[in-house]
């Protein structure tokens, strides 16, 4: 989905004030999707749209006759506790029910009044997962990331030659997908330091985060049939912040040779807010290879791709120390970078996800892997920040890190701005590390 349309007008403005503040995330151009209900309430979770500081209550909406066809039924299937129906949907409705809601929100909208009704402070809300996430699949798209733990891991060779033919991935954890918000507890593992002679069972002294995208799967394909590069946006409903958690001591000593196992999937961390695709049709870029680099095999390669294949997402991690937010000291940027130097598309990794005939499905989740860029302060997790924890890395107040320590405050934080379109955010991801 790379079409601009009257959505994306960065001209347009809406009657909910907030909307319109400069660098706010939430202004009419965007119109995430999450599922929420008023704080500390026993309400039903439904689906909402956020605008500025507001949520779109999607179920009263689709109560007040405003909506009719293919527009009122995805209103219908988004009013649920899940997204997985509207997910399932496909582009159309999607972009159907986004086209009314963009209408309806604008300045001169008729049905202010009723659909104020239908307006809650994001303040006064709590919210679900968005999905019931059947799978959750990790990749590992930055060739920066790859390489800066692959010498930490193996340093006489550090990317592997497999790496720059195959989107590299793994199956990770559904059910410890967690919401921003949530602490994370630090897991305990089986831990063997240099030179020990047998593992221990002892909690992880190497904790981590990995600043990723995630990207949630709408319309799915059935088992045996692989979706073509060409098709493969169009089965994507849109995105989020995702942190996925890692636990490095666990991980060196399990990690061969199937990949991550525990060292990952006591937690993973997503934003409420899922950003459609076709929001984030004005920030696309090209995908281009280096010449001197291997090109994609033809089924990962298509004219589109290389045409608009990337986008242009920034990214950023903030960390707040214990002592930090005590001092009321907001969060120091330790990275920021950008999705635009991942190696691999979103749509090479839908393909080659399904080229053998696996199936993916409505709310299904794949993490684009850790977002590193090529420069030192894009470095998107402590393992490359810290080189291995040989560097500890000095916070602003005097305080040192080489990994994550209890009490320890992670936000990321995502957006996008260009010069010809509206500037649109995805909110944030929060995690606090504590010991039981
Ligand atoms: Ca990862």
Redesign the pocket.
């Known amino acids: 989905m790379t079409a601009l349309n009257e959505t994306h007008d960065p001209k347009l403005i809406s009657w909910v004030a907030s909307a319109n503040l400069p660098g706010n995330d939430f202004p009419i151009q965007n119109l995430p999707f999450a599922v929420f209900r008023r704080k500390g309430s026993d309400e039903a979770f439904r689906g909402g749209v956020a605008i500025g500081d507001q949520v779109l209550d999607l179920a009263t909406l689709s109560s007040k006759n405003l909506f009719a066809g293919e527009t009122q039924q995805a209103a219908l299937a988004a009013s649920g506790s899940t997204l997985n129906d509207f997910m399932a949907m496909g582009q159309s409705a999607w972009s159907s029910l986004r086209l009314a809601l963009s209408r309806l929100l604008r300045e001169d909208a008729k049905q202010q009044a009723i659909t104020a009704q239908c307006l809650l402070d994001m303040e006064d809300v709590e919210y679900a997962l968005p999905a019931h996430i059947g799978d959750y699949t ?3 798209t930055s060739i920066y990331h790859a390489t800066n733990v692959g010498k930490l891991f193996r340093p006489d060779n550090p990317l592997l030659p497999n790496y720059r033919w195959v989107p590299i991935g793994y199956h ?1 954890r559904a059910s410890s997908v967690i919401l921003s918000g949530d602490d994370i507890q630090r897991p305990q593992g089986q831990l063997m330091p240099p030179g020990a002679e047998r593992p221990t069972l002892a909690p992880s002294k190497r904790l981590d985060f ?1 600043l ?1 995208l995630g990207i949630f799967v709408g319309t799915g394909n059935s088992l045996g049939t692989a979706i073509p590069i060409d098709q493969a946006e169009q089965h994507v409903f849109g995105m989020c912040l995702l942190n ?1 958690w ?1 636990a490095r001591d666990i991980q060196g000593w399990e990690y061969q040779p199937l990949g ?1 196992f525990l060292s ?1 999937s006591f937690a993973t961390s997503i934003s409420p807010w899922i950003v459609t695709l076709e929001a984030l049709a004005p920030y696309r870029l090209p995908f281009t290879r280096d010449a001197d680099e291997p090109q994609p095999l033809p089924y990962l390669d298509s004219e589109h791709n290389r045409a608009a294949g990337a986008f242009d997402i920034q990214l950023k991690i903030t960390l707040a120390t214990p002592s930090m937010r005590e001092a009321e000291l907001p969060g120091h940027t330790i990275c920021q970078t950008s999705y635009r130097h991942a190696y691999w598309t979103l749509a090479q990794l839908i393909t080659h996800h399904t080229v053998n005939g696996c199936n993916l499905q409505a709310g299904d989740l794949l ?1 684009s ?2 977002l590193s860029g090529p420069e030192p302060h894009q470095l998107a997790a402590m393992l490359e920040i810290t080189q291995g924890g040989k560097q500890p890395l000095t916070l602003p107040n005097g305080e040192q890190r080489t990994f994550l320590e209890d009490g320890d405050q992670v936000t990321l934080r995502g957006w996008c701005a260009t010069k010809d379109a509206a500037r649109i955010g995805f909110g944030e991801c929060i995690g606090t590390v504590f010991s039981r």
């Open positions: 990790d990749f590992y990770g990995e990723e996925d890692s991550p990952k993490g892997g850790t």
